[in-house]
T-cell receptor
Framework: AQSVTQPDIHITVSEGASLELRCNYS??????LFWYVQSPGQGLQLLLK??????LVQGIKGFEAEFKRSQSSFNLRKPSVHWSDAAEYFC????????????FGAGTRLAVHP | DADVTQTPRNRITKTGKRIMLECSQT?????MYWYRQDPGLGLRLIYY???????NKGEISDGYSVSRQAQAKFSLSLESAIPNQTALYFC??????????FGPGTRLTVT
């Protein structure tokens, strides 16, 4: 069955430090890939998406993600974290061709120290 | 105004009560979804609808029902609420079934 794994449940970084959140998926072909962010008390906001083409995609709020087919990964990065980035981050995939079900990882909660 | 709205935002109810959560959207999308979020489990799909006449069960539909009253409205009902339905519920919409746009969520507590 298709699955999405976010190995890190919690990550803490200092403000201004770089960030990388990991995401791996299990599927034979390349799915559509997404990162969402959920701030406390808020719904999920789409950060970025990958369908095809350039494997490095830029998103909102200074985030980027890189698709690596050989590793079945879609890691999220930010060069310098701000305190307002503290939130929960979800990686998700859509397997194209079916009813386009969005499959979520369990999430990574990011804390930012001043 | 928000594109996807959910009412109520918070609800406390008792075991055995019927409850309805409502979702409205102004994005003009045909596809609508209901998810529940539990800590450590991410979001799981309850029901989804491709249009008013097309409603489908998701992975955890037991104990839930839905109604698509119009393109813009998709309601989730718990016929007889139980404590393990305590969760955060999200409605989402999509133009194509790929990227989805989420409402702010409804926090439901069943005592």
């Amino acid at each position: 069955a298709q699955s999405v794994t976010q190995p890190d449940i919690h990550i803490t970084v200092s403000e201004g430090a770089s960030l990388e959140l990991r995401c791996n998926y299990s599927y034979g072909a390349t799915p559509y890939l997404f990162w969402y962010v959920q701030s406390p008390g808020q719904g999920l906001q789409l950060l970025l998406k990958y369908f095809s083409g350039d494997t490095l995609v830029q998103g909102i709020k200074g985030f980027e993600a890189e698709f690596k087919r050989s590793q079945s990964s879609f890691n999220l990065r930010k060069p310098s974290v701000h305190w307002s980035d503290a939130a929960e981050y979800f990686c998700a995939v859509v397997i194209p061709g079916g009813y386009n079900k969005l499959i979520f990882g369990a999430g990574t909660r990011l804390a930012v120290h001043p | 105004d928000a594109d996807v709205t959910q009412t109520p935002r918070n609800r406390i109810t008792k075991t055995g009560k019927r409850i309805m959560l409502e979702c409205s959207q102004t994005k003009g999308h045909d596809r609508m979804y209901w998810y529940r979020q539990d800590p450590g489990l991410g979001l799981r799909l309850i029901y989804y609808s491709f249009d008013v006449k097309d409603i489908n069960k998701g992975e955890i539909s037991d104990g839930y029902s839905v109604s698509r009253q119009a393109q813009a409205k998709f309601s989730l009902s718990l016929e007889s609420a139980i404590p393990n339905q305590t969760a955060l519920y999200f409605c989402a919409t999509s133009p194509t079934g790929n990227e989805q746009y989420f409402g702010p969520g409804t926090r439901l507590t069943v005592t």
